[in-house]
């Protein structure tokens, strides 16, 4: 659900995965992207959200190890 998320609000997505101060910096800087590119640039959000999301995944399963 959480890669769902992430391609409609990246930073919540991210702040959901664990990383407040990165969600934090993403929505500064996704907000005005969005605004002045038109979205042009958020499918780099949606990437970095994923990459975090399945970061955070492979952190659970090694620990569970």
């Not at 702040?15 to 993403?26: E, H, M, Q, S």
């Not at 780099?44 to 569970?64: C, H, P, S």
């Amino acid at each position: 659900m959480n890669y769902v998320l992430a391609l409609l609000l990246p930073p919540l997505s991210i702040l959901l995965a664990g990383r407040p101060v990165v969600a934090i910096l993403t929505f500064l800087i996704w907000l005005p992207a969005i605004l002045m590119s038109g979205g042009l640039g958020h499918p780099l959000f949606v990437i970095l959200a994923w990459i975090l999301i399945w970061q955070r995944q492979e952190d659970r399963r090694a620990a569970r190890r």
